[in-house]
């Protein structure tokens, strides 16, 4: 299992009920349902992720978060899950607050561009950060959103969103000291829960 | 005709009948003092008899599923496509149960069955029939069959609306249902072309109020308009723009009212077929089906509640340009599925050919029910009912 997914794990109550946007091939929600007995529905656009899904027997639902989730409104979900999709929606902010709305709280991983390769790509080379982690050219990316940890931080203060918790870690989902200390400069990516 | 039985056909099938002689209440305060269903099986039924799945037929589809009747039958089943050996619905894997529904005009009873009452054929006697009442009679079948519990109930259009009845009607009776290009109750718009075409029926002068059959007569014409209205909505703008354009049947323009398009050949063409295979009184009354279905009205018009009595797993399929149930439709269903917190997941599929897409072998939709069929084949799951 990819390893973001063992720490939005421990984040999820057993038994709760959750949604999952941008599930993929489904198997977070299929560990989850597996191990913690959580009821799960996944957001899923893309046809060939949708038929996996139906085939280990995950709930998913055929939908472009671009459109938002007003379909959803009346719904109530323990925590809302997005694993590396903030960057590549249109409106990243409302969906944050529409996540929000529905969920009692969310899970958000995101790729923090503040990261020092980064930096090194902007700053020394004076060019879009590519890797092998990020390996899109600036035109055919699907990531058009980039964000920093800093950056994300203060959109949830504005937006008044409690941070419960916050996990940096690399490609590799390790975390270091240094990584804890220097989150912005050296994390890859991050984590985090938040309510309102 | 086929020259050979193709290898993933389920080959010649015989129809089936039985008669129950027994009351069925339907919903309009009536009920029939006994009725026969005309049904046909494909695929065998385990010992532990949980490999059932149930088909519903749409608007003027019957339990001619899949396979031949004989060698001289120009086209299998109607949804030959999806049911037989390795299909889909593997008939090597499920025991697959298709049936004409009450007011059908194949063999089950109807309007044109006689009335024990008064000797001759109901006419316009018989009783309105509903989902629920289809619903009824169906699981009469399952119980002579010894089903207790459907892997599945599937449907589209009209027979997806089965399919969403059964699961709240008899929740314990199916583990999942298979609801394609339906919709929890019709729209003003969809009634409106109903009507038309019922109007179409009854305005033919032989229709004789409905008791044609005594005249030695049908209301042809009226067929014909009712299936004509019927066709164009059921194709997309864009596939009858690609099927026909605007192709002429001649040459030139003839300055006249008479056939000139292909478009209107066609229709002509597919109203006069149906006009010679169908039955008016039971179009009306299918079509009656259809604008009464409201799944939430008996829930006090709250559809999440009529789903929270569901116990079975929902899978919901729309199809991107079918605009008399649109995808709009299918997705009021799966979010009150959602927050009735059953089990459901949700396709819409990209094809061009309107609500017809259902019955066509769409690669991405036959490999999505593949998937899902093949989960049902292999889950494990209680044997005693939920």
């Known amino acids: 299992m ?33 191990q913690k007995g959580v009821h799960g529905w996944g957001i899923e656009n893309n046809p060939h992720d949708i038929s996996h899904c139906i085939a280990q027997g995950v709930n998913v639902i055929e939908h472009d978060l671009d459109q938002g989730l007003a379909e959803f409104r009346t719904q109530r979900f323990d925590t809302v899950v997005m694993s590396l999709a903030l960057q590549a929606v249109r409106f990243p902010d409302l969906i944050l607050d529409e996540m929000l709305q529905i969920g009692r709280e969310c899970i958000v991983t995101f790729p923090n561009f503040g990261h020092w390769s980064c930096r090194h790509d902007i700053g020394l080379r004076g060019r879009m950060p590519r890797s092998d982690f990020l390996p899109h050219e600036w035109y055919n990316t699907p990531n058009i959103h980039f964000c920093t940890i800093a950056d994300f931080e203060a959109l949830c203060r504005k937006k008044n969103f409690q941070i419960l918790n916050q996990r940096v870690v690399d490609r590799h989902y390790r975390s270091n000291p240094l990584m804890r200390r220097w989150p912005n400069l050296l994390a890859e990516i991050a984590i985090y829960r938040l309510t309102r | 005709m086929p020259d050979s039985i193709p290898p993933d056909s389920v080959g010649i099938v015989t129809p089936q009948r039985q008669r129950f002689d027994l009351p069925l209440p339907l919903d309009c305060g009536r009920s029939l003092p006994g009725f026969e269903l005309v049904y046909e099986t494909y695929g ?120 969403l009845q059964w699961s709240v009607d008899l929740p314990q009776r199916l583990r999942h249902a298979v609801v394609i290009a339906a919709a929890p109750k019709l729209t003003a718009q969809n009634i409106a072309f109903n009507e038309v075409a019922r109007q179409a029926i009854m305005k033919d002068p032989d229709f004789h109020g409905g008791r044609y059959l005594e005249h030695g007569t049908y209301p042809k014409q009226g067929l014909r308009l009712a299936r004509m209205v019927g066709h164009i909505t059921y194709l997309s703008d864009d596939a009858m723009g690609q099927k026909f354009g605007r192709e002429l049947h001649s040459d030139t323009l003839r300055y006249d009212f008479g056939t000139q398009f292909q478009i209107e050949s066609y229709l002509n063409y597919q109203g ?101 069929f093949d989960r049902i084949a292999n889950e494990s799951w209680p044997v005693a009912a939920a």
């Open chain 1, 2 to 34: 990819r390893p973001d997914l063992g720490i939005i794990m421990e984040w999820i109550a057993a038994g709760s009920r959750v949604l999952d946007l941008g599930c993929g091939d489904g198997t977070l929600l299929a560990e989850l349902t597996r």
């Open chain 2, 44 to 163: 065998t039924l385990n010992a532990q008899r949980d490999n059932a799945v149930l088909i519903c037929h749409a608007l003027s589809g019957n339990h001619h599923a899949a396979g031949y009747h004989g060698m001289e039958e120009r086209k299998p089943g109607w949804w030959d496509v999806c049911i037989g050996p390795g299909k889909p619905i593997d008939t090597n894997r499920f025991f697959v149960l298709a049936l004409n529904n009450l007011g059908g005009c194949d063999g089950s009873t109807g309007p044109s069955s006689l009335n024990p009452a008064t000797g001759r054929s109901y006419g316009p006697d018989f009783p309105m029939v509903t989902t629920a009442d289809w619903v009824r009679s169906q699981a009469c079948l399952a119980d002579h069959l010894g089903i207790d519990r459907f892997a599945a109930v599937v449907g589209g259009s009209l027979g997806g609306m089965q399919a």
């Open chain 2, 272 to 372: 006069e077929i149906f006009s010679e295979r169908f039955d008016a009184n039971t179009y009306l009354h299918m079509t009656r089906a259809l604008d009464y279905f409201d799944l939430a009205k008996a829930h006090g018009d709250d559809l999440v509640a009529a789903f929270r009595q569901a116990r079975c797993s929902f899978l919901v399929v729309s199809f991107t340009t079918d605009w008399r149930f649109s995808s709009a439709r299918s997705r009021e269903l799966v979010t009150a599925l959602v927050e009735a917190e059953r089990n459901v997941s949700y396709a819409d599929i990209e094809a061009a050919q309107g609500h017809d897409a259902f019955l066509l072998p769409i690669p991405r939709y036959m490999e999505l029910l593949r998937a899902y």
